[in-house]
């Protein structure tokens, strides 16, 4: 099996499992269960891309989500959307930005359907859920992972820059 269809093959299982595994506390994609550090998936397929960047959002800060959001904007623009690959981790504070009644949610709706993939880490979602009873409700594009910090490190290792705006 070609190194290609092997990474399709994995993301539709992903986001299959996503939708059965996650029970009822969030139905978004999850890689909880899935989650294998030398072989990264991702939501969105970008077989043709060049460039490859991952985003850090760690801070409770509305004004950094906006230049996070803005920053990948203009690197879609500049690359084409088939030519680059992204993906924002938010954790700790920053997980703020993918919650579902985030001042950004829309933002990071219409991103999505431009390819780019907004992962959430199931860690701070857990020190979240000590505080207020339940899971954080995410947006509906987030990717649950495992650990933010560990998806950074894993997104590194294969090729991917790294930008914390």
Not at 64 to 75: D, E, G
Not at 119 to 128: I, L, V
């Amino acid at each position: 099996m070609t190194k290609y269809l092997r990474s399709t093959f994995l993301v539709l299982f992903i986001l299959g499992m996503g939708i059965f595994s996650v029970g009822t506390a969030f139905a978004n994609v999850s890689m909880l269960h899935d989650f294998h550090f030398n072989q990264p998936a991702f939501l969105h397929a970008h077989p043709f891309a060049q460039r490859k960047l991952v985003m850090q959002v760690s801070q409770d800060s509305p004004g950094r989500w906006n230049l996070t959001l803005n920053t990948a904007q203009n690197i879609l623009n500049y690359f084409g959307q088939e030519k680059v690959q992204i993906v924002v981790v938010a954790f700790g504070p920053g997980l703020k930005m993918e919650l579902k009644n985030s001042p950004v949610a829309q933002k990071i709706a219409a991103m999505n359907a431009e390819g780019v993939e907004f992962d959430a880490c199931h860690n701070t979602m857990e020190e979240m859920k000590k505080k207020i009873g339940h899971l954080p409700i995410l947006v509906p594009s987030a990717v649950v992972v495992p650990a933010g910090i560990v998806r950074i490190m894993q997104l590194e290792s294969h090729g991917f820059n790294y930008v914390k705006p």
